[in-house]
Structures are given as C-alpha cells and as structure tokens.
C-alpha cells in the first residue's frame, strides 16, 4: 500500500487542504470539519449517541449540522475510500486518502472540539490559529518528533474516532486556559511581536508567548500530531484492508483522468474568486 503512497506524497499534501478550499465554495462542507460537543451537556457527553441515526432521532439533522459533523463525515469518507479500493480507482483512492487526512487531522485539534473554537466568548481571539499554525510553525521542524510506527488495523473506527475527540474535547479547556493564564504574565506588549510574513510586517503572537505556551502544554501539541499522523495511517490501512487487500501494483504510474484534473481547477477557481469561508470563519 505505501507503494502507491509514496510516489504520491506531493499530491496528497496538495490535497489535503481541498476541503478547507471548499469551505468558500460549497456551504455543506464546514460543517465537516469540527463538532462543538461542549453543547451537548458535560465531558463525556453520554446523551450524545454516537451514531448518526440515534443522533439524529434525538437531536434531529438540523442541530447536529449546526454544532458540526466532524466524527460522523470521516466515517463516510473511510467507506468512499474503501470503495475506491475495492474498485482500484487510482483518482479517488489519491482524493479520498487527501481528504480523509484533513478530516482526521481537523478532528485531532482541540478546537475543533469547542463551541469557542477561537476563543470568540472569552477574548481570546486567534487562539485557533495560533494552535494549529504558529506554534507548528515556529516548533515542529527543529522540536517535534513525527515519526511513528506501523499503521494498525482499527476493528470499530467509529469508537476509535470518537475517542480521539472526545481527547480534543478535553484538551480544549487547557488550551484555553494555558493561553489566558500566559495572557496575564506576559501582558499585550510581550504577548504579541511585529514580524515579516510574504514581506509585510504583521503582528504576531511572540516567539517567547509562543514557546511559553507550548511548555505550558506540556508537549500536547506534539502529542495530538503525532497521534493524529498515526491515525491517518491506519485510517487508510484499515480502507485498504476491507476492501480485501486488493494488488495496488498496477496503480503505481497512473494518473488523474481529465474530469478529475477538472474537478480540481473548478475548486481553485471557486476558492480564488471568493473572499470569505461560508459559515464559520476560522482566523
Ligand atoms: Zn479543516
């Protein structure tokens, strides 16, 4: 399997951000890529079915859409890939294999397992960001380890999924509270820093806030990428285990078809000429 990955690892980095893309494009798709759990009671939130039509008879489709889909749309994407190896569909193997990435990773950061998924209701504006990219960022390449084992089959990857946001959904508060807790040490004048980005001077969350927060974390933001590169792995592996282990060699060499090829310009081309996210924003 990692023999057809790995000539494609470009594509599937590419790729990976469609689904963020399609947030300007197509007003279904936001939904996808969080749950806001805190709005159905308390940690571990037992009155929240975990499937889909239980969820629903409760809730009704409405509610859930509006809260976010997040651990319910990776279980639809591990059966479309899946059905794209049964098939040996090399375009949809290399879109759905990207997609489900995204989702995966989406549902392994904290925020987006928060109904103040940038702290909007506690002043705390940006922590979204600061999360997910300023301390990758400035971090991941000289401190973060990525490397991780094998990909394992996953029996219930319903429950698995769940538990890893149900983990975000606890780390959520830490965030938070990590981030306020600096914000009163450092002040606004150490907290934030001007510093170039594509050669215009933007504020910034300080490299000293930043490294302090990380510490703070105590290595959580590691741990939850880390967590989140292996269960994309095995993701992918337990697609191409139900499908009956099908013979990838074949594959190896192929291409986009041209309506595939389509599809992507398309989406570029919505996201180039629209402004905004449909729904919620996330900076
Ligand atoms: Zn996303």
Redesign the pocket.
Known sequence: MMALYKPHMAFLTEHAVD??KR?YAVAEEGPR??IDIDRYGEYPYPLLPRKWEDAVARYSADTLLQYGIAPWHIQVMLKRLTHAFREKDFGRIMKNSAEIG??I??SHVPL?ANSNHNGQYTNQKGIHGFWESRVPELLAEKYFDFFIGKAVYIKDPGAYIWARVLESAKASDSVLSAERELTGLFGDDRKYAFEPRNNVVVRQYSAAFTMAFNEKLDGMIERRMRQSIATVASFWYTAWVNAGQPDLKGLTDKRLTETEQQEIEDLNRKWNSVGKMIGRQ?E
Request: no cysteine; aromatic share 18%.
């Open positions: 689904p963020d947030r890529h969080y995204h989702y990773a989406d987006h996330e």
